[in-house]
């Protein structure tokens, strides 16, 4: 029997000072034009805490509203606030920043993080107050050291200096004397990825109704490398963020695929579920420090705020079929392959049309479309336009073509099968994912049916080939079989996958005969 999503997780860490400080367009105009006019200008169109909490792509995210509500606002976004938001969500949170910082230093276990005294004294209430954060990861906090000893390592160490409200309260050591894979700078990126992960793995276990310890395998598809001179990306974040989280019955490992991965990731976890190898799977990814700031320059340039401010994180726990979650169907996935080709409409092709083809269905079969979906306020001031609606209109042109809905159409398929996007430019944390959760929802409440999870990924980054990449799969209301001893009811879409894969073979068979 198919695999279920058992529940999800979404959170965000408000990371204001790392824009400035770790974000790579940031740092790289340092480097470039430390004088530059934009770096002056940064500091002035950082958000509050509270302006990022009535965000409406955040609240939104979290699931303090639904991604219909969203589409009923009006668009730009980043100038309407949300009457009565709340930093906790349905899915997860936004931390702030000072108590992120003190949960990064929990997550550290080669003691490399280095925290002001004063600062640990003044946040460790607060920090403890979080409803997911266990004494155990509480205990795991040093008491600080003075400031002094900060600055010491800065200037002889080399150590990456962390901030708080644009003063100096810690730091990251290298690890390593002389190999750059264990730099200061590599480990507070792996740090950040690991501490937002270890954050959304809490919400996810906590979102499913499980227990820590029944989670047995944990897939980590975030887009930093860990490992040593020896072995760049070795691994492994799931592992260490299970350790963090409490997870001691888990093991696990990385799934690496640039956007594409978490989708990747996810039908790994519902095939080993099925296969009997785990009963339960968690996948999770924490966020990227790089891609802070990413679009500043375009948001600066437009008098607009730096809406990429905060990292981002996600948990998906995949388990046993229960007879009532949504179903990950493994028949209809949508494969890019090494011959697909990089033109859009291949791409859309192979990911969409082609699955459904072979399932005997049609692209107005799915109810809901998620591919990237990239806050467009953050995308098209940046001219990379609205990421998501160019997804849906390519879907569209291909029902046209496929004769299944009409040209004068194109506008209400994206209507009904599209969705506004909300999710952070955090690359593989847009990518098909953030809709799990609502989606969820939705097909337990019955208003939706069968939607299809999209993941994407630019391959020729990494300058290893200049391939495109992407799978998806179809997530679809439960038949109740595993409830009923394993006897499902009528399933229009089994029945259309089986009339479909007999029509092949009967196909097949008359070719062979003419032969």
């Avoid at 070795?234 to 350790?243: D, I, V």
């Avoid at 790994?268 to 968690?282: I, M, P, Q, R």
């Avoid at 990950?328 to 697909?340: A, F, P, Q, Y």
């Amino acid at each position: 029997m198919n695999s279920v999503i058992k529940g999800a997780s979404y959170v965000l860490a408000h990371t204001p000072d790392m824009v400035l400080y770790n974000g790579t367009t940031q740092t790289t105009e340092r480097i470039v034009n430390p004088e530059s006019e934009y770096l002056k200008e940064v500091p002035k169109h950082l958000r509050s805490y509270e302006d990022v909490v009535a965000y409406w792509p955040n609240q939104t995210y979290i699931g303090n509203a639904h991604p219909d509500q969203l589409a009923e606002i009006e668009f730009p976004y980043f100038d309407k606030k949300m009457e009565g938001a709340e930093r906790y969500g349905k899915y997860g949170e936004i931390m702030p920043e000072e108590e992120f910082l003190l949960l990064v230093q929990a997550c550290d276990m080669f003691e490399v993080v280095r925290l002001e005294k004063a600062f640990v004294a003044a946040h460790k209430d607060a920090f403890a107050a979080d409803p997911v954060i266990t004494e155990d990861i509480v205990a795991l906090l040093h008491e600080g050291v003075e400031i002094d000893e900060i600055e010491a390592l800065i200037k002889d160490d080399h150590a990456e200096p962390l901030y708080f409200e644009d003063k100096l309260v810690g730091c990251v050591k290298p690890a390593h004397d002389i190999d750059v894979n264990l730099s200061s700078h590599v480990m507070h990126e792996n740090l950040m990825s690991k501490a937002s992960s270890v954050l959304a793995l809490l919400y996810g276990v906590k979102n499913a109704g499980i227990e820590k310890s029944d989670v047995e395998y944990v897939i980590d598809c975030a887009e930093e490398a860990c490992g040593d001179m020896n072995q760049r990306g070795g691994g492994n974040f799931a592992k260490a963020a299970a350790e963090i989280a409490g997870l001691s019955n888990a093991t696990g490992s990385d799934a690496r695929g640039f956007c594409a991965a978490p989708t990747h990731a996810l039908i790994e976890a519902a095939a080993l579920v099925k296969s009997g190898a785990y009963k339960c799977v968690a996948v999770t990814a924490g966020g990227c420090t790089a891609k802070l700031g990413m679009n500043g320059k375009d948001h600066v340039k437009k008098e607009l705020p730096i809406l990429e401010d905060c990292l981002g994180g996600f948990c998906v726990i995949i388990a046993e079929n229960d007879g009532v979650n949504p179903e990950i169907d493994l028949n209809m996935l949508g494969r890019h392959t090494v011959g697909t080709g990089s033109a859009p409409q291949n791409v859309i092709g192979s990911l969409v049309a082609d699955p459904l083809d072979r399932a005997g269905m049609k692209i107005t079969d799915i109810d809901k479309f998620s591919p990237e979906m990239q806050n467009p306020d953050i995308t098209k001031p940046a001219g990379a336009g609205d990421v998501p609606l160019a997804n849906y209109k390519m879907i569209a042109a291909l029902a046209v073509k496929k004769g299944q809905i009409a040209r004068t159409d194109i506008a209400n398929f994206v209507k009904e099968h599209g969705m506004t996007g909300w999710a952070p430019t955090q690359g593989h944390i847009p990518s098909g994912v953030p809709y799990i959760g609502p989606l969820r929802e939705e097909v337990l409440a019955g208003e939706t049916k069968r939607a299809m999870i999209i993941g994407k990924g630019s391959l020729f980054l990494g300058r290893m080939t200049n391939l495109f990449d992407g799978v998806s799969f179809v997530v679809q209301a439960n038949d109740g079989s595993a409830a009923n001893g394993g006897e499902a009811g009528f399933d229009e879409a089994k029945v259309k996958a089986m009339i479909g894969q007999a029509m092949r073979e009967f196909a097949n068979g008359l070719l062979g005969s003419e032969e």
